[in-house]
């Protein structure tokens, strides 16, 4: 494994990670704008962005043991960074950095869009106790039943 194609493949999980990450801020869209049939599209689009990412993520890790084998390292990004040349490790070096910003990306999409869904969740459990709370107490006064 050449440091070149381990850049190739760092860049790789970058643009997946990226893909993940507009994916995760579309869905928070949908979300605030209660499209549900966009959401469940975009849900679906992110199983097969995932998987990509965790396949590029898997091919990354092994690209990444193979070199630091043949370079006599542990494999870790600084560890290969300081075995290999100034250029091809300079080159590494920005493309971990990179990749760690779209980690970083990811992450926080995440953290956003989980945090928007429990508040969605929670503002749908409140709505339907009171109206389970209202239709209880029309239907027992005997004025209107909401049922039918």
Partial sequence: MSPAELIGLLGRQQQALREVAELAQRQREALRQGRLDVLQDLLSRMGQVAFTAQQAEADRDTAAR???????????????????????????????????????SVKSEMEILTR??????????????EWQR??????????FDARG
């Fill in 66 to 104: 193979a070199l630091a084998v043949s370079c006599g390292v542990e494999p870790r990004l600084s560890a290969l960074v300081e075995a290999l040349g100034e250029d091809e490790g300079k080159a590494l070096a920005e493309a971990g950095d990179g990749l760690m910003r779209a980690v970083a």
């Fill in 134 to 143: 209202l239709q209880g107490g029309m239907t027992s006064a005997g004025r």
């Fill in 116 to 129: 928007l869904m429990k508040e969605s969740s929670s503002l749908n459990e409140m709505l339907l106790a």
